[in-house]
Each structure stands twice: as structure tokens, then as C-alpha cells.
């Protein structure tokens, strides 16, 4: 299995637990403006669109965290560009 199906398989299992505490998939497809497929497809570890995915996690308070970790890569990223950045600095032309 590629670590893309464990991952969606994953958050399906996520989705699923928290959905079920409150309310139906047909629920959480009108509150999401998904269709019911969708959220058994996202709950079975199905490939769906990303904006779907994105739109269920918001729906169920989840999107927050994906949020924070995103966030969290993109200053590591940040700072290793810049650190790269440092070491190539422009030379003068005078010789």
C-alpha cells in the first residue's frame, strides 16, 4: 500500500469517528456541500476532489489542525531557503 492510500485511509477513519458522534453522512453532505458519496468515499479511503476533503474537514472542526501543520512546514521551508539563500551571495566585479 502507498503511504497516499494509508493516508486517506487514515482520514477516513478520522472522519468517520467524528461524524458518527453527531450526525449522518447525509448530514455532513448538505453541511458541506458535498454529495453522500463523496463523504463514503472520504470514509472509505477513497481518492476525492481536495476541495471536498478540505470542505468535510471544515464542516467537522478538523481543518484547523491540517491547517496549523501546513502552516508549521511552510516556515521550515522558509527558513531553508534562506539559509540556502545566505550562502550564494553576490560577488562583487571589481577584481
Known sequence: MQKSDSLLHS???LVRGVR????GQQELAVR?????NTVSNIENGKSVS???LLL?????????EFQVFVD???????????RKSRKYQ??????
Open 11 to 13: 482520514i477516513g477513519k
Open 56 to 64: 468535510v474537514l471544515e464542516q467537522l472542526e478538523l481543518i484547523d
Open 72 to 82: 508549521e512546514k511552510i516556515s521550515e521551508h522558509d527558513t531553508k531557503l534562506r
Open 20 to 23: 458518527s458522534l453527531t450526525m
Open 32 to 36: 458541506s456541500g458535498v454529495g453522500r
Open 90 to 95: 553576490e560577488l562583487d566585479n571589481e577584481f
Open 50 to 52: 481536495g476541495l471536498s
